[in-house]
């Protein structure tokens, strides 16, 4: 007969990192700060010394000619630093009934994070199944731990918008997870319907379910095989009490920076302070926001003073009102006593 019954396959996706000879402290100046579309900022760095350890990561030359940008063999889309963040490309698992053959083909993955920076982001991602009477199955390891959670039966759940789509919730400090389809995929009625089961852990926000995904091959072929997985990313294993203790491996070296404890997992970030920006993990890596220059977003309709890490917005001399908000209007009579005009100054201090 010929068909394939519960059985796993596991291609692993992450080879081991790199050892720490890669790694810097702070970037060579000669180093690549862009691969293709994609900006790369310290600690993320291409090539020796140009990254703080664990975050080195490979931009390569497609066949096509683009360049992108990977860890290990998984693309990476985007990075941020303020949410201490990246996009991933993740591979989508799939199975289908082959009719010429009378059995099952199918492709599973799973995604290994431990001891790097990266853990799926609980908040954004779920764990996606897409066609009809499957019982895709993720299970997800936890440190030494490993439990397995059965994610769903596409009969029973109306989530994504109903039949032939279901998703779960992953939980925190998750770092590993893989992907196979339950036995119980056989049924001919089914095949007729549905040729194929995804699977795969994506950005919830970024997908929207269409039904022509449980009769055709578009889901898989929309993104050539991958779906947007947010990762978070921290550094080190401590919190940020005790990596200040260490001058020599603290990350937030930029003046007008500050920490911030990872929310999903050991490890902490850095930020710029309020009112700057720009990048925490190099020295004067944060500037002061000239929040004068940026109307959109600083509207101020009366005078605007740029200050360190803040800015005033006032009316002139000889004028009232709410120069942030409003307009300033000719003050009528001119006797308002000089301490009000003052005060209006000072009640106009907005910190971005
Ligand atoms: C990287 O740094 C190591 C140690 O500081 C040094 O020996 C090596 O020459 C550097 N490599 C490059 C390519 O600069
Ligand atoms: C990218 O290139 C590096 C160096 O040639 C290689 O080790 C790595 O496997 C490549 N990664 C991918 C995903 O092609
Ligand atoms: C990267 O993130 C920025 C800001 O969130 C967004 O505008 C951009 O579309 C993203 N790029 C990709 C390739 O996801
Ligand atoms: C079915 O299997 C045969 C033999 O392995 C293969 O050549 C063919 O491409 C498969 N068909 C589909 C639709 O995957
Ligand atoms: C994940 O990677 C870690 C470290 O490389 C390894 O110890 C662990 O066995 C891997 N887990 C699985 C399930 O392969
Ligand atoms: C379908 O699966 C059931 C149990 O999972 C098994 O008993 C049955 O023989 C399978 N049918 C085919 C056609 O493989
Ligand atoms: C599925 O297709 C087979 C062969 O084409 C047919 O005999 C069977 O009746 C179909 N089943 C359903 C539920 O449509
Ligand atoms: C799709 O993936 C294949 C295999 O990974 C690759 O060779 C091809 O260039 C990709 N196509 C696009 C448009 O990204
Ligand atoms: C924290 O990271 C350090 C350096 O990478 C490592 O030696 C240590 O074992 C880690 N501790 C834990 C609890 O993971
Ligand atoms: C980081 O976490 C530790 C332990 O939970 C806590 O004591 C400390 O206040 C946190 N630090 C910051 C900056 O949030
Ligand atoms: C300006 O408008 C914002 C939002 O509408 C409001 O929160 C703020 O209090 C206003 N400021 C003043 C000075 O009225």
């Excluded at 201490?84 to 053959?101: H, P």
């Excluded at 109903?162 to 992953?170: A, D, E, M, N, W």
Aim: charged letters at 15%; glycine letters at 8%; one cysteine or more.
């Amino acid at each position: 007969m010929g068909v394939m019954l519960g059985y796993r396959l596991f291609q692993l996706l992450m080879l081991p990192l790199v050892g720490a000879a890669t790694s810097a402290a702070a970037p060579l100046p000669g180093c690549r700060t862009r691969c293709g579309e994609v900006d790369v900022p310290y600690p993320f760095g291409i090539g020796p010394n140009c990254s703080r350890e664990g975050f080195s990561l490979d931009c390569n030359t497609t066949t096509g000619g683009h360049e992108k940008l990977f860890v290990f063999n998984v693309e990476i889309v985007n990075i941020s630093l303020p949410l201490g963040q990246a996009r991933m490309l993740n591979a989508i698992s799939w199975q289908c009934y082959n009719v010429s053959t009378n059995s099952i083909d199918y492709n599973t993955w799973s995604l290994n994070l431990t001891n790097t920076p990266y853990r799926f982001s609980d908040d954004l991602n779920k764990f996606t199944a897409i066609g009809c009477d499957t019982s895709p199955t993720s299970e997800i390891s936890k440190g030494p731990t490993a439990t397995r959670a059965d994610a769903c039966l596409c009969v029973t759940t109306s989530s994504c918008s109903g039949i032939g789509c279901c998703q779960t919730t992953i939980p925190k400090d998750l770092a590993y997870y893989e992907v196979w389809f339950a036995s119980n995929f056989n049924s001919s009625s089914v095949w007729n319907f549905s040729d194929c089961s995804y699977a795969v852990l994506l950005e919830a926000n970024r997908f929207e379910f269409l039904t022509s995904y449980i009769t055709t091959t578009q889901f898989w072929y929309n993104n050539n095989g991958t779906a947007p997985l947010v990762v978070d990313w921290a550094i080190g294993n401590e919190t940020c009490e005790v990596a200040q203790r260490d001058k020599t491996s603290y990350a937030c070296i930029s003046e007008h920076s500050e920490c911030l404890n990872s929310s999903n997992g050991p490890g902490y970030l850095c930020n710029c302070l309020r009112g700057y920006h720009g990048n925490p993990y190099v020295a004067q890596g944060c500037q002061d926001i000239d929040e004068c220059s940026d109307k959109d977003q600083y509207p101020c309709h009366g005078i605007c003073q740029n200050l360190p890490g803040s800015h005033n917005c006032f009316c002139p001399v000889g004028t009232y009102g709410d120069a942030v908000n409003g307009t300033c209007t000719q003050t009528q009579h001119q006797k308002l006593p000089s301490s009000a005009k003052v005060a209006i100054g000072k009640s106009l201090f907005f910190p971005p």
